[in-house]
């Protein structure tokens, strides 16, 4: 099993920008393909994005298309998500997730704790 720890979330302003990170324990950080999702008060959790095993394949939801980028860094243990031009829709607790199947929109396993994202208009 893996444990998973979100840092990064906090307020910012509609345009602004800010970095997800989730720090993953363990040596087999490396198997997990990894994804992000949010939700919002009042609504059901949504995909973000998906990362496999070694960052050659992402999927990306159309909402965070060309905002969002996600990382990872196998050696870190860790995984990244860049959000620019952040918009109040935006606004969520996100998730950082992972699962030992390959497949990026399938169910993930594994769930961090979620840190605050808000977007201020």
């Known amino acids: 099993q893996v444990q998973l720890v979100e840092s990064g979330g906090g307020l910012v302003q509609a345009g602004g920008s800010l970095r997800l990170s989730c720090a993953a324990s363990g040596r087999t950080f490396s198997r997990y393909t990894m994804g992000w999702f949010r939700q919002a008060p009042g609504k059901e959790r949504e995909f973000v994005v998906g990362i496999n095993w070694n960052g050659d394949n992402t999927y990306y939801a159309d909402s965070v298309k060309g905002r969002f980028t996600i990382s990872r860094d196998n050696a870190k243990n860790t995984v990244y998500l860049q959000m620019n031009s952040l918009k109040p829709e935006d606004t969520a607790v996100y998730y950082c997730?992972?699962?030992?199947?390959?497949?990026?929109?399938?169910?993930?396993?594994?769930w961090g704790q979620g840190t605050q994202v808000t977007v201020s208009s």
């Open positions: 997730a992972a699962t030992l199947r390959g497949s990026l929109l399938g169910a993930y396993d594994f």
